[in-house]
C-alpha cells in the first residue's frame, strides 16, 4: 500500500522538478539573447547597426549588470563552496558597484566614469546611466545575491526572501507603469528609461531568483505539496490578473466615454470586493475540506495504531515519549498522558534507557536496530523480557527520533525452557537404554558372543552405527540444553590462546590424515595471548569448527588457522576450501537442527546441533560467533573473545 501511494508523488516530483528546470533554461538562454547583443552594440558600432531600433535604451551597464546577475546565478548553488561561491560573492558586489554607482550620479546630477566605462550614449542627457528605477531594482537584486552568496543560518533566507519580495514588487510597479502609461513610474526622461527589453529582462531575472528560492526560502510554498501550497498556487494568477483586468477596464471605458468617473470606480469597487469575496470563500472551502480529509486520515491511522496488538511508542532524541498507542500502555503500566513527555529512561529499565542514551546524541540512531534479549521492568518493578525493533523517524534527512515496536515475550519463553527441559529430560531417560543397546551391540558385531552369519553381521553393523549416531545426538541435545538453561555464565579462568589451538590441532590431526587435510595455523604476534574461559568448552569451540572445515574440505586440501588481537578483543579463524555455504543458508547456520538443504550435506551427515552449540558456548564467554563464505570458495568461521583485562596491555 505505501508503494503505490508514493509512486504518484514521486512522479509528481520528478515531473515538478523537470518543469522547473525547463522554465530555468529557458528565461537564462532568454536574457542572454537580449543583454548580450545589447552589451555588443555599445561595444562595436557595427554591431549596433544590425540591431533593431530602440536597443539604445537599454544601456551597457544595464546589460553588464544583467549579465553579471546571470553570472552568480551559475555560481551560487547551495552545495557549492570556495572559488565558485567566490565569484558568486564578486559577481554580486560588481552588481551592486554599478547600481551604487547610477544612483549616487541620480542624486548628484552628474555622471560618474564609471557610467560611461564601456560605452557613452552622447544624445543622452544623462551619458551611459541606467535608470532610477532599474539602478533601484539592481541594488535590491545586488543585496539578495550578496545575502545568498555570504551568509549562513536563518538571516540568509529571511533577508534574501525580504528583498526577492521588494525585488518582485518592484518589477510588478514597472509593469504597471507601462500597462496604464504612467511614466513616471518607469523612466525619468526620454533617454533614461526602464526599457521594455530591460522589464524583460528583469520578469526573467526575477522567475529566476523565485525559483532559486524555492529551494529553501520563502517561496518553497510555491512547489510544496500542503494545502497552503495548493491554494497559493491557484490564487497567485486571479491576484495577478485581476486588478490590472479591472482596472484596466475601467480606464479604457472612462477614456472612451462609456462611463462616467464616479460610475467606474463604484464599479471598480464593487466587481473587485465581489470577485474577492468569492475567492476567499472559495479558499475557506478549500482549506476546510482539507481539513477534513487530513482529520479522517489522522483518525483513520490512530484507529490502525490503536488495533495493533504490539506496543508502539516515540521517542524525541532526548528519549522522551512522544506518542504511545493502547497496548503499549498496557505492557508498560502506564496511562498514555502519563507516558506523553515522560523520559523513558527513567520507566523502564535497562534496554530504553541505554537507547536513550544514545538518542540524546543521535550517535547510531539511523539504523533499524532489532534487539531479542532484552528486558523491560513494569510499573511495580518486575521485569519481564521483550524482543523490540527501534526505527528512526526522518525529516529531511535528518534524524528526529525513534519509533519502538515491542512485544512481551514472557510466554513463549516459558514455552521454550518447557520445551528444552522436556528434550533434556527425555534425552537423560533415553540415554541409559541407548547405552545398553549400544554395548550389546557392540558385542555381537565384535563377535564376542560367538560368529554371526554374514545377512545378519551387516544388518547389526547397521544397527550398531545407526545407534553411535544416536547417542551422538542425544549427547549433544544435553549438551546445548545444559548450556541454555544455565542462568549463570561459566567459571572465567586464564587460559592461553595459543596452547588452546595448539592442542586443539593435536588432538583433530588424526581426523585429518583420515580425510588427507592440512592443518596451518598462523598465531597472532607475541607468545601469549591470554583470555577468560572454560578450556573444555573452548575446547569444544576449536573441535566443532576444525571437524566441519576438515569434513568440508576436498581431498589434499588445506584448513587455515588464525588469531589476531584487535584492541581489547582476540579473534580467532579457521577457514576451509570447500564448497561454501549458500547465501540464503547463511542467515539460520547458527539454529538448532540447521542443515544445508542438498546432496553433499546429507553425505556428510551431523545432527545440525554442533554449530548452535558453539555459538551457546562463545556467547558464554561474552564473545561473538560469525561466518564468512562465498558459495564454491569455501568457509570463514571466526569467534571473537574478549581479552584477560588482568594482563591486558595499557
Not at 59 to 80: D, H, I, S, V, W
Not at 498 to 505: C, G, H, Q, Y
Amino acid at each position: 500500500m505505501s508503494d503505490s501511494s508514493t509512486q504518484p508523488s514521486a512522479r509528481s516530483e520528478v515531473k515538478k522538478y523537470g518543469v522547473l528546470k525547463g522554465v530555468r533554461t529557458a528565461c537564462v538562454v532568454l536574457m542572454l539573447m537580449i543583454a548580450t547583443p545589447v552589451l555588443l552594440g555599445w561595444l562595436l558600432p557595427s554591431v549596433g547597426a544590425l540591431l533593431p531600433g530602440d536597443w539604445f535604451l537599454m544601456k551597457a551597464n544595464t546589460a553588464l549588470a544583467f549579465l553579471l546577475c546571470l553570472g552568480n546565478y551559475q555560481f551560487c548553488e547551495p552545495r557549492r563552496h570556495g572559488v565558485r561561491r567566490g565569484a558568486a560573492c564578486l559577481c554580486a558586489l560588481l552588481v551592486l558597484l554599478l547600481s551604487g554607482t547610477a544612483l549616487l550620479g541620480h542624486l548628484s546630477g552628474r555622471a560618474f566614469w564609471l557610467d560611461t566605462l564601456l560605452a557613452e550614449d552622447t544624445a543622452a542627457d544623462l551619458p551611459g546611466r541606467m535608470s532610477l528605477q532599474t539602478a533601484l531594482l539592481f541594488l535590491v537584486i545586488g543585496l539578495a545575491f550578496v545575502a545568498e552568496s555570504s551568509l549562513r543560518g536563518k538571516w540568509r533566507n529571511r533577508l534574501a526572501d525580504s528583498l526577492s519580495i521588494a525585488m518582485g514588487a518592484m518589477i510588478l510597479i514597472i509593469i504597471a507603469g507601462y500597462s496604464f502609461k504612467a511614466s513616471q513610474l518607469f523612466s525619468q526622461s526620454s533617454f533614461t528609461v526602464t526599457s521594455l527589453q530591460t522589464l524583460v529582462c528583469f520578469v526573467l531575472l526575477g522567475t529566476l531568483v523565485i525559483i532559486r528560492r524555492t529551494d529553501s526560502g520563502f517561496f518553497s510554498l510555491l512547489i510544496g505539496q500542503g494545502i497552503g501550497s495548493v491554494i497559493v498556487r491557484r490564487a497567485i494568477p486571479w491576484a495577478l490578473l485581476l486588478p490590472f483586468m479591472l482596472v484596466g477596464g475601467a480606464v479604457y471605458a472612462i477614456s472612451a466615454g462609456w462611463l462616467p468617473r464616479a460610475y467606474a470606480a463604484a464599479l471598480i469597487s464593487s466587481v473587485t470586493s465581489i470577485m474577492l469575496l468569492v475567492l476567499v470563500m472559495l479558499l475557506a472551502w478549500r482549506i476546510s475540506e482539507s481539513t477534513k480529509a487530513l482529520q479522517e486520515s489522522e483518525r483513520h491511522n490512530r484507529l490502525l495504531l490503536d488495533a495493533v496488538g504490539e506496543g508502539i511508542y516515540g521517542l524525541d532524541l532526548d528519549g522522551r515519549v512522544t506518542f504511545s498507542n493502547p497496548a503499549a500502555c498496557q505492557l508498560l503500566g502506564y496511562r498514555a498522558d502519563e507516558l506523553l513527555g515522560a523520559h523513558m529512561g527513567a520507566l523502564i529499565q535497562p534496554g530504553v534507557q541505554d537507547m536513550a542514551s544514545k538518542g540524546s546524541g543521535a550517535e547510531g540512531l539511523d539504523e533499524v536496530l532489532r534487539v531479542t534479549d532484552q528486558e523491560f521492568s513494569y510499573r511495580d518493578g518486575t521485569s519481564y523480557p521483550v524482543e523490540y525493533t527501534r526505527t528512526p523517524l526522518k525529516k529531511d534527512g535528518l534524524v528526529v527520533g525513534t519509533v519502538v515496536v515491542f512485544n512481551d515475550v514472557s510466554e513463549r519463553k516459558k514455552i521454550e525452557r518447557m520445551k528444552d527441559e522436556f528434550i533434556s529430560t527425555v534425552s537423560h531417560e533415553l540415554r541409559t537404554p541407548l547405552t545398553s543397546i549400544k554395548g550389546a551391540l557392540g558385542l555381537i558385531v565384535g563377535n564376542k558372543l560367538g560368529e554371526v552369519p554374514a545377512p545378519a553381521q551387516h544388518m547389526l553393523k547397521i544397527a550398531y552405527d545407526n545407534s553411535h549416531r544416536l547417542e551422538q545426538l542425544i549427547n549433544d541435545l544435553l549438551d546445548i540444553n545444559k548450556i541454555q538453561l544455565t542462568d549463570n555464565s561459566f567459571q572465567l579462568h586464564p587460559i592461553s590462546i595459543e596452547t588452546l589451538i595448539d592442542s586443539a590441532v593435536a588432538s583433530m590431526q588424526g581426523y585429518a590424515d583420515k580425510y588427507g587435510v592440512q592443518i596451518v595455523w598462523q598465531p597472532a604476534e607475541g607468545a601469549n595471548t591470554p583470555v577468560l574461559g572454560v578450556e573444555g568448552r573452548l575446547m569444544q569451540v576449536m573441535s566443532n569448527l576444525l571437524s566441519n572445515a576438515i569434513k568440508y574440505s576436498p581431498g589434499a586440501g588445506e584448513v587455515l588457522i588464525e588469531s589476531r588481537v584487535l584492541g581489547e578483543r582476540v579473534r580467532v579463524s579457521v577457514t576451509d576450501k570447500g564448497p561454501g555455504i549458500a547465501l540464503e543458508f547463511q542467515k539460520r547456520i547458527f539454529e538448532k537442527f540447521s542443515q544445508e538443504d542438498s546432496s553433499d550435506t546429507r553425505e556428510k551427515g551431523g545432527t545440525g546441533l554442533g554449530l548452535a552449540i558453539t555459538k551457546e558456548i562463545v556467547e558464554k564467554h561474552g564473545g561473538t560467533l560469525n561466518c564468512n563464505s562465498t558459495p564454491g570458495e569455501g568457509a570463514c568461521f571466526s569467534f571473537e573473545l574478549p581479552l584477560n583485562p588482568a594482563t591486558e596491555p595499557a
